[in-house]
T-cell receptor, first 111, second 115 residues
């Protein structure tokens, strides 16, 4: 039981490049979330998926898109990366309405 | 505006000592309050969760308190260990309709336990 896994662990992009952050959970949770964590600030919700086939915007969705590929996987895509998207990204999942299990994070640097 | 403020921002204590971390919130309507521990380079891990009617909850050497009247919570760590070195994040859930209750995260308190 790996819990929540994220790939890659670390990525460097140039401004304008695109990439997809992958997240998978093996706990059969319905709900999955993407957060970003910036220095001196609390985690902020980017997008969430309450169940397979549904996605909704969170607090800071601009510049991102998501796909709930199946019950296990929830990906986050940056179509045209900007330096302001330099951050640590966390995926989370839960079997209730509150995030409980977080992945190890993806550290993204946009130059 | 919904806000969660934590103090201090950082704290250094000696191994074996106790410490208390503070969390003040202005979140309405209030649903529950959680404390998370985040080790460096890792994702947050839940320590406790308290609803409106609970005023204390323990998890081993961690004890959280909640005063819903003053909108304050504290996390007390007893007999600290080196492994307690981490960031501690206070999270308040704002109740709402629909399938998602908005979570408001504090910026965290970074605790360093020295031998």
């Amino acid at each position: 039981n790996a819990g929540v896994t994220q790939t890659p662990k670390f990525q460097v992009l140039k401004t304008g490049q695109s990439m997809t952050l992958q997240c998978a959970q093996d706990m059969n949770h319905n709900s999955m979330y993407w957060y970003r964590q910036d220095p001196g600030m609390g985690l902020r919700l980017i997008y969430y998926s309450a169940s397979e086939g549904t996605t909704d915007k969170g607090e800071v969705p601009n510049g991102y898109n998501v796909s709930r590929l199946n019950k296990r996987e929830f990906s986050l895509r940056l179509e045209s990366a900007a330096p302001s998207q330099t951050s640590v990204y966390f995926c989370a999942s839960t079997d209730s309405i509150y995030p409980q299990y977080f992945g190890p994070g993806t550290r993204l640097l946009v130059l | 505006k919904n806000q969660v403020e934590q103090s201090p921002q950082s704290l250094i204590i000696l191994e074996g000592k106790n410490c208390t971390l503070q969390c003040n919130y202005t979140v309405s309507p209030f649903s529950n309050l959680r404390w998370y521990k985040q080790d460096t380079g890792r994702g947050p891990v839940s320590l406790t969760i308290m609803t409106f009617s609970e005023n204390t909850k323990s998890n081993g050497r961690y004890t959280a308190t909640l005063d819903a009247d003053t909108k304050q919570s504290s996390l007390h760590i007893t007999a600290s260990q080196l492994s307690d070195s981490a960031s501690y994040i206070c999270v308040v859930s704002a109740g709402g309709s629909g399938g998602y209750n908005k979570l408001i995260f504090g910026a965290g308190t970074r605790l360093a336990v020295h031998p």
